[in-house]
């Protein structure tokens, strides 16, 4: 966007000024809410919308979300449609920081014992939202937010409640295909296209697994052969950490019957939360020291 030009206005209100993220579907900008005067992240996405792509069921899970408040959430506060491109726009709080994914490629693996409670948090905020009946659908680390807003308390915050999901899923359903991140989805998704609760649990544990030990629990490829991986559960976990506490928590968050995996992110973050970080800091260290560190 240029400096020098006049900003670009949505929805009447939210005046584009500088570009803050870019993705696959979505560029992400800081704006100036024209009503309240405070600065706010937008995400226009890319493509305009279509028959049936802004649908009545997405609408009413973004209000549901919006209305939930937890620190761990990032909430859409507002959403629309610009008239002249007709292309969709979310507005969120404008957060301070990284995302986990961008934390991850920069930093390497997180230690135990600083990470796991930030993601006990995010867990509490998943649970929140759960309890009004709305499941996310695309957790994976572009989707945690590190905040850095409060040095002193920083948090893992959840963003982004199934609107990639939504959006993706209604560009390729003519097409017979599954809206999905393949890396990070659920057994039950690929094989019988049921998104659950327990579905964010499972991706929630590649998430912990993957930053912790330092890499994916399943290996990038083609979308068969990743998709049979999640399916016969040859994720990635050293052998040798699944009898340790905080391998047994993982083993049961990455469980591949839903009925199986924890009854709730609640209780995900529970069983974490009993855990001795300093030994649970040990048996990761010393695990992914024996496993042969797996390619990218």
């Known amino acids: 966007m240029d400096a020098t030009a006049d900003p670009v206005l949505l929805g009447g209100r939210y005046a584009l000024r500088r570009a803050i993220g870019s993705g696959g579907m979505a560029q ?8 309240t005067g405070e600065t706010v992240a937008v995400k226009l996405l890319r493509d305009p919308v279509e028959s049936g792509t802004l649908d009545r069921r997405l609408l009413q ?5 919006a209305q939930v408040r937890h620190p761990n959430l990032v909430g859409v506060v507002d959403f629309g449609i610009d008239n002249a491109s007709q292309r969709p726009f979310f507005v969120m709080e404008l957060l301070h920081g990284e995302d986990l994914a961008v934390h991850l490629a920069r930093e390497g693996a997180c230690e135990a014992e600083t ?3 930030l993601f006990c948090g995010a867990l509490d ?6 309890r009004v009946g709305i499941i996310h659908k695309d957790i994976k680390p572009p989707n945690l937010f590190m905040d850095r807003r409060d040095a002193a308390e920083p948090r893992l915050r959840v963003m982004d409640f199934g609107i990639a999901h939504q959006m993706q899923r209604s560009r390729i359903t003519q097409e017979g295909g599954l809206a999905c991140t393949p890396r990070y989805t659920a ?14 649990v499972y991706q929630m544990g590649l998430v912990l697994a993957e930053a ?3 890499w994916t629990m399943v290996e990038d490829g083609p979308f068969a052969t990743v998709a049979y991986a999640h ?4 994720l990635r976990l050293p052998p040798g950490l699944k009898g340790s506490p905080v391998g047994q928590v993982l083993v049961k968050a990455l469980a591949r019957e839903p009925r199986e995996r924890f009854p709730s992110a609640g209780a995900f973050a529970h069983a974490l939360r009993q855990l001795d970080l300093a030994a649970a800091g040990a048996a990761v260290e010393l695990n992914a020291a024996l496993y042969r560190r797996p390619s990218a």
């Open 61 to 65: 899970e973004l209000l549901a979300a």
């Open 212 to 214: 912790l030990l330092g």
């Open 187 to 200: 057994p039950e998704y690929l094989t019988r296209s049921e998104v659950l609760h327990a579905s964010d």
């Open 28 to 35: 992400v900008h800081a704006a100036d809410d024209l009503e």
């Open 231 to 234: 399916v016969r559960g040859e």
């Open 115 to 117: 990470f796991i409670p």
């Open 125 to 130: 905020g998943l649970d929140a939202v759960h």
